[in-house]
Antibody, heavy 120, light 113 residues
């Protein structure tokens, strides 16, 4: 069965960076894209970016351009999301989600989420 | 960015009754050459990730009960729960994937009356 398992809780100081991992199993990793979406408490989900796992092509939300980097390691079936220059407003649950295709469409499977807390 | 506005923000429905959620887009999400609406509906329960219910505005995902249905085209969409069950208590979001940057509606909280 398709599973996306994310890394654990992160606590960071303002100005620091964080890198969250998303290990995929149960499907051919290189045939699908992976999105990263975050959700602050009580807020709607917010799309951060997407990677075509097959060719590594990425698209980022303008809101995070320059601060977010999405990568993948096909040998480890793992996607990564790195976010720099953290502020308290980056405190949220970060999700990876598998696209239904290798295009930028919608997501059918989601990771369990990784809580990132930014606090001095 | 495409702005999605849902209505209402919350609704309380009796068990077995119909729940209707609306989603209005600031621009059309209908891809004319493909004749497909690039809109999805998700259900989210506390402490869980969103769950895909409907894609392409009206295609129910495998395993989703048939009491959930989606309709609409262009800029106006509806999610209907035909007979509300206790396990349907959740927040529901519409999401567009017409533009490369996804956007979500603000969410509609569904409760039991």
């Amino acid at each position: 069965q398709v599973q996306l398992v994310q890394s654990g809780v992160e606590v960071k100081k303002p100005g620091a960076s964080v890198k969250v991992s998303c290990k995929a199993s149960g499907y051919t990793f290189t045939s699908y894209g992976v999105h990263w979406v975050r959700q602050a408490p009580g807020q709607r989900p917010e799309w951060m970016g997407w990677i075509n796992i097959g060719d590594g092509n990425t698209q980022y939300s303008q809101r995070f351009q320059g601060r977010v980097t999405i990568t993948r390691d096909t040998s480890a079936s793992t996607a990564y999301m790195a976010l720099s220059s953290l502020t308290s407003e980056d405190t949220a649950v970060y999700y990876c989600a598998r696209d239904v295709s290798h295009y930028n469409w919608h997501a059918d499977y989601w990771g369990q989420g990784t809580l990132v807390i930014v606090s001095s | 960015d495409i702005v999605l506005t849902q209505s209402p923000d919350s609704l309380a429905v009796s068990l077995g009754e119909r729940a209707t959620i609306n989603c209005k887009s600031s621009q059309s999400v209908l891809h004319s050459s493909k004749n497909k609406n690039y809109l999805a509906w998700y259900q989210q329960k506390p402490g869980q990730p969103p769950k895909l219910l409907i894609s392409w505005a009206s295609t129910r995902e495998s395993g989703v009960p048939d009491r959930f249905s989606g309709s609409g085209s262009g800029t106006y969409f509806t999610l209907t729960i035909s007979s509300l069950q206790a396990e349907d208590v959740a927040v529901y979001y519409c999401q567009q994937y017409y533009s490369t940057s996804w956007t979500f509606g603000q969410g509609t909280k569904v409760e039991i009356k």
